[in-house]
């Protein structure tokens, strides 16, 4: 006697049955064979930052094809499942969860934050996977991984030795995108630039020896605590009689040179360009090719110091001592105080409306902030080489 076929399909029941029976009789697990042609695939791993969205669908879809149809062909087929730790973005999750709570991972402190962070990720790395079986994907499930499993971080660190012995790893003394929300440098790619309603700020800057000055525009005032030099373009005939002159930084009296650099635009602003080789990566470009030193006015919190710093990427070293009006100050706190001050000194000519791009960082949401870092960097020119001779 046969079963009647239902008049409606039922996925929940049909699909979770012949899933769980598919994954029973191990017909997604590889072994090592010798007679067949061997074709893998790496899940790029879900980060555990919250459930699976669309494009993971599509993405794990098109794997899944890619699986299944050579499994079809012969081939010993491995498809291996995992989930991604993702560093600051599970932590940056966290702390929204925890400030609906009023907390901050201050207020619990290291040890009860990472318990934290580690309950997120069984909850959601939990959810993920059981995502990707609803999706009917042929994962090797006897082979799963989580990007912190032990053998992983090992297998991390003897990559880094190994690309590190080979000159592909190098420090490097650069201007990194510092979020100082999260703590941490992003990426290019992790910045949103989105244009702002902001100001340009017209600073006078005196002469050392008299009471003359130049005026720079800037939309960063409170950066000029930072600042060891003034360019201006090496065509501008107007003022290549102020070459090898010297003005005073305002605040911290820094005597600082006006040279010429081919990084400068006439037409922008006055002319002059104040120059901050540690707080700005243009300028970081400039004060290299000028030999300036570079002075740290922020530290890592978006904070005035008390005392600028010099770095030379081995050490720091106290420079001149910033006024206790500003020191302590957040960034943005700390430019409405400059600019006041500037005002009755008499050394604010102007302010002008000015839109601009401003970098945010795409965890945090908050402006980054351009800062001088010794940082690890991979030699990807080698590596790519090598890549696109396997795809052509």
Request: with cysteine.
């Amino acid at each position: 006697m046969h079963k009647e076929i239902p008049k409606h399909y039922d996925p929940k029941n049909v699909e979770h049955k012949w899933y769980d029976l598919w994954v029973k009789k191990k017909y997604f697990h590889a072994r090592v064979n010798k007679e067949k042609t061997p074709y893998t695939i790496v899940i790029p791993p879900p980060n555990v930052t919250a459930q699976l969205h669309m494009g993971h669908a599509f993405n794990n879809t098109i794997q899944d094809i890619l699986i299944r149809y050579h499994k079809k062909k012969g081939y010993e087929t491995l498809w291996l499942p995992g989930t991604d730790h993702a560093g600051i973005a599970t932590q940056s999750v966290v702390e929204r969860e925890l400030a609906k709570e009023g907390k901050t991972r201050h207020d619990l402190g290291r040890e009860k934050f990472v318990e934290r962070v580690w309950e997120w990720k069984h909850k959601y790395g939990s959810r993920i996977i059981e995502q990707l079986k609803q999706l009917g994907c042929a994962l090797d499930w006897d082979r799963e991984r989580f990007t912190m499993d032990e053998g992983l971080s090992n297998a991390v660190q003897e990559v880094f030795v190994r690309l590190y012995e080979k000159g592909l790893i190098y420090k490097g003394l650069r201007i990194v995108n510092w979020d100082p929300a999260s703590a941490t440098a992003l990426a290019d790619d992790e910045v949103d630039h989105k244009e702002v309603q902001g100001n340009l700020y017209y600073i006078r800057y005196k002469f050392v020896d008299s009471d003359d000055y130049i005026v720079v525009a800037t939309t960063r005032p409170e950066t000029l605590l930072g600042d060891t030099g003034v360019a201006i373009a090496p065509d501008d005939e107007e003022k290549k009689k102020y070459l090898g002159k010297k003005v005073i930084i305002p605040f911290v009296n820094r005597p600082v040179e006006i040279f010429a650099d081919e990084h400068v635009d006439k037409e922008f602003g006055t002319g002059f360009v104040k120059v901050t080789p540690a707080h700005d990566p243009n300028d970081f470009e400039i004060g290299q090719r000028h030999n300036l030193p570079n002075v740290i006015m922020l530290d890592k919190d978006g904070r005035v110091l008390h005392v600028c710093q010099t770095f030379s990427g081995t050490e720091y070293r106290d420079e001149l001592p910033i006024p206790s009006f500003i020191a302590g100050l957040d960034r943005f706190e700390a430019r409405k105080k400059i600019v006041a001050e500037l005002e009755k000194m008499g050394q604010l000519e102007k302010v002008e409306k000015h839109v601009h791009a401003v970098g945010h960082s795409y965890r945090s949401k908050v402006p980054i902030e351009p800062y001088l870092s010794v940082q690890w960097f991979v030699k990807m020119k080698p590596l790519a080489e090598k890549a696109l001779k396997v795809v052509q």
